[in-house]
């Protein structure tokens, strides 16, 4: 399950800048009432992206093992991670249309019901794990199985109760405007390379760490998760800024872009020095949540003492991407994101591959990524923000 995740997020994240790129014109159009458009615009996006979403999930299924030769996964393994890898890719379609159900409502103002559905979700799939594996002994089958039918779930829930509490939502489902469709992809593409772009680079990196033994590739695959605690509500506060920055340019109300970039930025900090705190404080605590292994543990030890206190950056950096978005201006967001993944795998491959240095190679190589990701966008922000 662990070496699957980068693959598995990589598709996740680039079906959600899809639907974020598209949430960015709905957001704008929703400020500017012009719903005429918008209706227009939210039908094209799920009808194009239902059918992109269908194509893609026949060419992972098609090529999973070519992938995994690729991650270097460890062939006593490799049979067990094929079947889990499908079985998720089977479900990319539910990701799809969750994603573009609660982008879609994030334009227009209700963050809340995404959130709800989602921690439905996530209990369903919780119940769905400890049924599967341990009632029904599927092993990592039934924990790829339980993902997708809670996705299915969410979505049918999303459904619902749109159709009967959003009707602003219910009225277009099927029309398709090709005028529209070039914006959206323009939008939409951008939004979904800069996410993939993030997730290549992780993937690179598991390359790297998959090379350095077992007890550091099970040590890796823990810290992803601690690090999606820490670093996940960074990105999401940055969503949130730039659904309300697009709405307030729709409406004309620059006042309101430059206090909604104000407050997200004070967020992002505030909530990056508490994850520090915490994640220096309680490292072996946290591993072992997930893991007895003390080999495994003290890995992952050395790793969050020294990412703890680089969780500022990404603090900033997730900010500044908000504010890119926000304004319409995605080409930025993908530069200093490619820019970011580049230099990280640059300054890991000769620490690892040369060097021999173990996990401690990571969080060295995400400080240097880090960096050169502010260097390229905090001066064209400045001056974004001087002008404007």
Known sequence: ?????????LMILFLNGLCMGASILMGIQYGAKDYETLHRQISTTLLSGAVFSFFLTLVCVIFAVPILLLLQVDPSIMDMTVQYLRIIFLGLMFTFLYNFFS?????????????????ISAILNIFGDLFFVIVLKAGSNGCAISTVLSEALCCLFCIIYIQKKVPILGKKWLVFDARLLKKTIA???ASAMQQATVQMGKIAIQALVNTRGVSVAAAF????RIDDFAITPEQNIAHAMTALMA??????????????????????????????????????????????????????VIYLHLIAVMYILPAVTNAIQGFFRGIGDLKVTLMSSFTNMTVRVIAAAPMVLLWNFGIEALPYSYLAGWIAMLLVETPLMLRIYRKK
Request: aromatic share 10%.
């Open 247 to 300: 709405q307030n340019k729709g409406a004309g109300k620059n006042d309101r872009m430059r206090e909604g970039f104000r407050c997200g930025m004070i967020l992002e900090i505030v909530y990056g020095a508490a994850v520090m705190v915490i994640c220096q404080v309680f490292a072996g605590e946290l591993m072992a949540l997930f893991v007895k292994d003390e080999e495994v543990i003290g890995h992952g």
């Open 187 to 189: 939008y939409g593409w």
């Open 221 to 224: 695959a823990v810290v992803n």
């Open 1 to 9: 399950v662990g070496s699957c995740i980068p693959v598995s997020t």
């Open 103 to 119: 982008s879609t409502l994030r334009a227009l103002g209700d963050s809340a019901s995404p959130l709800y559905f989602l921690i």
